[in-house]
């Protein structure tokens, strides 16, 4: 007999009869792990270092999966896995922290499961604040100097002595 799904979770019986025999036989029938969906439902980086994330998991079954959670800042990653088993439906935070977060560097969390979900996984992030620009230092001046004054505008400068010898 073929069924036209695989009857996951159910027990099938068979009864075989010949000869005037008869001889019954029970299987339960367990399938394969799957996973439906992982979803990053928030995801943050603090000034701290400390990255956050909340996934969500829809498995087809109570079988169990790997939730595989990975944290990116610039060159710098950490994963960490978790098993996940006996529902179909997970929400899981996870944290990890990096240290010294420097400015302007891109960052990532990345959820992703064994077996792969139906949706591939999923991703967020986004870049830390940017590098403040550093003003040059001013110049000051040194103790036994004073300071030298700007040049007044071009319309107030005292005009050049004329050399022609003529008055005025």
């Not at 991703?123 to 100097?145: F, I, V």
Request: proline fraction near 10%.
């Amino acid at each position: 007999y073929a069924f036209r799904s695989r009857p996951c979770g159910s027990t099938l019986s068979v009864t075989v009869r010949a000869g005037g025999r008869t001889a019954t036989a029970r299987a339960r029938v367990t399938c394969p792990p799957s996973v439906k969906r992982v979803s990053i439902v928030r995801a943050a980086l603090s000034p701290g270092g400390q990255a956050a994330a909340t996934v969500s998991v829809t498995t087809g079954n109570d079988q169990p999966v790997r939730l595989l959670v990975t944290f990116s800042l610039g060159g710098a990653a950490h994963t960490q896995s978790l098993t996940l088993s006996g529902d179909t439906a997970y929400t899981r935070s996870l944290t990890y922290t990096f240290g010294k977060v420097p400015c302007g560097t891109s960052w990532q969390i990345s959820a992703n499961s064994r077996p792969r979900a139906a949706n591939g996984g999923d991703s967020a992030g986004g870049r830390t604040a940017a590098c403040q620009e550093e003003e040059p230092p001013k110049e000051t001046p040194k103790p036994d100097e004073s300071p030298k004054p700007d040049d007044p505008p071009d319309d107030t400068k005292t005009p050049e002595p004329d050399d022609s010898g003529t008055i005025g």
